[in-house]
């Protein structure tokens, strides 16, 4: 049986999570202890409540709801394959949804960044090329470079396998089990540097150890 590329690209794979009452569920969980963790590692890059913050990928605003009251107000800007999901998260997990402006959560299924302002100093994807294939990362990278000309770091995070056994299946030290041609996606950290340099990107690995085995690069 061929395995989809993402479930996240699957048709009605939203309509369904949000008529479920699963907005949560779907962004793989953890939902408190991750955005705590996204939260500090952008902290620990500089991000200070007077900075502009880009969330690539936002779903139901797991970062969201602990960014936006840091921030000040309409300074968080995301994107994300499903407006609705970002929606429902401003209306259910935000304690005041006035301090992120309803035009700042932009759908955005191709990483082209339509209508994300050049003030942006960091942007962060944690989790989301992980479940989509390797050309989405190229696109993303590509695209960001000239249009978030202010940024001061990207921080993003993949998968990583040795290079002598990228080409199969690999279990991470967390547990989970990822794949090069298949959700969950692994690359080598060559291949990574590699997209980035492509793009104009310098990049660098972080020794944060994450949740679930993934790996943190900063890009700027």
């Known amino acids: 049986m061929a395995h989809p590329v993402s479930p996240y690209l699957e048709p009605g794979f939203y309509d369904d999570a949000l008529a479920k009452g699963r907005h949560r569920d779907i962004v793989g969980g953890r939902w408190d202890e991750t955005g705590r963790i996204q939260m500090q590692l952008l ?6 409540p007077h ?18 009251p840091y921030l000040h107000p309409g300074h968080y800007w995301a994107t994300d ?11 259910v997990e935000l304690a005041d949804p006035a301090r992120l402006p309803e035009d700042h959560l932009i759908e955005d299924a191709t990483f082209a960044f339509p209508g994300v302002p050049q003030t942006i100093d960091f942007a962060i994807a944690f989790g989301v090329f992980t479940h989509l294939p390797p050309a989405s990362l ?16 990207l921080l993003l995070t993949v998968f990583l396998a040795p290079p002598d ?11 989970v089990v990822t794949h090069p041609g298949r959700p969950p996606y692994h690359s080598t950290g060559d291949q990574v540097q ?6 104009g990107w310098a990049a660098r690995p972080s020794s944060v150890i994450l949740p679930r085995g993934q790996a943190l690069w900063i890009l700027n």
Do not use: E, N, W
Not at 51 to 68: F, M, N, Q, T
Not at 165 to 175: I, S
């Open 138 to 153: 190229q696109t993303a990278l590509a695209t960001a470079r000239p249009h978030l000309c202010k940024l001061q770091a």
């Open 165 to 175: 056994r990228a080409g199969a299946a690999f279990r991470q030290a967390d547990g």
């Open 81 to 91: 394959a499903s407006r609705a999901l970002m929606l429902r998260g401003r209306a």
């Open 43 to 48: 902290r620990d890059a500089g991000m200070q």
């Open 194 to 199: 590699a997209t980035a340099s492509a793009a």
């Open 51 to 68: 900075h502009h913050l880009l969330d690539i990928g936002a779903g139901a605003l797991r970062l969201g709801c602990k960014a936006v």
